[in-house]
């Protein structure tokens, strides 16, 4: 079988509802594309309230933001596909597509927008494999989504924003966090968080990691320990704790195979998950045509992926001469606009750094490779 | 175990309860649910044993991405249990290495 499409969209998650919305609602023919049963990406797991400005759902919980994206999307006209894995995706932009593990299919677009995510980072360590050692998103998917408890004593290993958030709804579910252990001498994630979950006496150890995860085909004990300032583990200082669940947040990694695949050329970002697909502030890639947003693009949150997404489909809009580059210009000015906003104080002001250094990297690229289409 | 009252997350929608057969013991899962789900309900962690070193693993990633959770589903190996649903009278089976290939798996 063999679809046709102004734009397709990879990926379900907030970036690629966006996408979905700013170029259904303006009358392209737009197909978004995920593998899961049913869209949203990672929004149904959050169930905590963002924050920000108003306009950015401050105060919303993150699978009530997603419903409403869902509605939009509807009004809009876009077409969902689910349960369709993209495995390739051509220069040319034809994707190949196999849908419910059977049905294989091509999608042939004149825009392609990659909004694909990330994966979570693993951690190696002795019983790092036992049943009970998991990512910290496949918990939050464990307890928020299917309802059911991943353990009753948990590790938390790693101290940024998952981390700390995936410990309060892990108490929230039901479940006692018995640590979370950080490497650095600080914690990673927002202030207010970490609070939140020291004030229900949850034990924060900086300058600690794991060191092993010991029991008979599941994890039964931890082992915690204090590192020096070269991240070495010091002797002496081991302590056991008893637990059935340990959790990885250890960052994540921009989902971006696909990228790779089209051509796209890239830069290596560590402060943004790793290797980025170069970009432009319109969210084009080094391939014409090609866009990419969210995480796949640099891992930030969800709020900047939601603004991505449009950005990028203001960018298909445009070149398919959907809305004229005057409109174009007003919508994408309104958009950074807020961007500028989330990518501000001590969490914010690297990201907006480091989507500078993508940009001019983007633009090396390019007049390298002779001027800019 | 399973979470039955939340205090943000409204009431689970009420779904449909049937058996699956897991090593032939008769496990309560809802319909719709991914199979690994309603094994941790349960309280089974162990999907599978590994090809060289016969490791125990279980649920990983959730997401169908690592293959630690691939168990052996109506007769055909290395299914994701994280991503496939449960239907009423599955017959799951703890996977020992790479379990055994059918020749529709083999044909692909
Ligand atoms: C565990 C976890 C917890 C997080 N918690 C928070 C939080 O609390 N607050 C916050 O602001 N941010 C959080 N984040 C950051 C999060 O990444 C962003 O909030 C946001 O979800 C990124 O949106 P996205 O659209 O780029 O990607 P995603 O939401 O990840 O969506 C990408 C979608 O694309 C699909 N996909 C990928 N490849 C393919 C393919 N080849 N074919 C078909 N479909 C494909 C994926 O299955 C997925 O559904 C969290 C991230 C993770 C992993
Ligand atoms: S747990 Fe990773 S594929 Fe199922």
């Known amino acids: ?373 | 175990m399973r979470i039955e009252k939340h205090p943000v997350l409204p009431d689970r929608p009420a779904g449909k309860k049937v058996d699956i057969f897991v090593d032939g013991r008769k496990v309560e899962a809802y319909e719709g649910e991914p199979i690994a789900a309603a094994l941790w309900a349960a309280g089974i962690k162990k999907f599978r044993y590994t090809r060289k070193e016969k490791q125990p693993r279980g649920y990983f990633c959730g997401l169908g991405r690592c293959t630690d959770c691939v168990m052996t589903v109506d007769g055909v190996a290395n299914v994701r249990t994280c991503i496939t649903p449960v239907k009423g009278g599955m017959v799951v089976q703890t996977q020992k290495g790479l379990g055994i290939w059918k020749k529709r798996q083999m044909s692909w």
């Open chain 1, 1 to 373: 079988m063999e679809k046709k499409a102004n734009v397709l969209v990879i990926g379900a998650g907030p970036a690629g509802l966006c996408a979905g919305i700013e170029t259904g609602k303006s009358g392209a023919k737009v197909i978004v594309i995920d593998e899961n049963t049913r869209p949203g990406g990672q929004l149904f797991k959050q169930i905590h309230r963002f924050f920000g400005s108003e306009q950015h759902h401050a105060g919303v919980r993150g699978f009530e933001i997603g419903e409403m994206l869902l509605h939009k999307c509807k009004e809009a006209g876009v077409e969902m596909m689910l349960s369709s894995v993209v495995w390739g995706l051509s220069p040319e932009f034809r994707a190949g597509v196999v849908r419910e593990g059977k049905r294989s299919m091509t999608i042939t677009a004149d825009k392609v927008i990659l909004a694909t995510g990330a994966s979570e980072n693993s951690l190696m360590f002795p019983g790092w494999t036992l049943p009970g050692v998991m990512g910290a998103g496949a918990a939050q998917t464990m307890m928020n989504i299917h309802r059911v408890l991943p353990g009753k004593r948990a590790l938390m290993i790693g101290s940024g924003n998952v981390g700390l958030i995936v410990s309060y709804q892990l108490l929230q579910a039901g479940c006692e966090v018995k640590a979370v252990v950080e490497i650095l001498p600080r914690v990673g994630g927002y202030k207010v968080h970490a609070n939140k979950i020291a004030r229900l006496g949850v034990d924060i150890l900086i300058s600690h990691t794991v060191l092993e995860v010991r029991g008979r085909e599941r994890v039964e004990e931890a082992i915690v320990g204090r590192g020096d300032r070269n991240l070495r583990p010091i002797p002496g200082t081991e302590r056991t704790i008893s637990v059935d669940l340990v959790c990885l947040a250890v960052g994540l990694t921009p989902l971006s195979e696909l990228a790779w695949l089209a051509g796209c050329k890239f830069g290596y970002f560590p402060l943004l998950g790793g290797f980025v697909p170069l970009h432009n502030r319109g969210m084009e890639t080094t391939v014409s045509g090609m866009y990419i947003a969210g995480d796949a693009s640099g891992i930030e949150e969800a709020s900047t992926a939601m603004e991505e997404g449009r950005l990028a489909g203001v960018g298909a809009l445009e070149s398919l001469a959907f809305i004229s580059a005057a409109e174009a210009d007003s919508r994408r000015k309104e958009i950074e606009q807020n961007l500028l906003m989330l990518r501000k104080g001590p969490y914010g002001d690297f990201r907006h750094k480091e989507k500078e250094k993508i940009y001019s990297e983007w633009k090396k690229v390019k007049e390298k490779a002779g001027g800019y289409h």
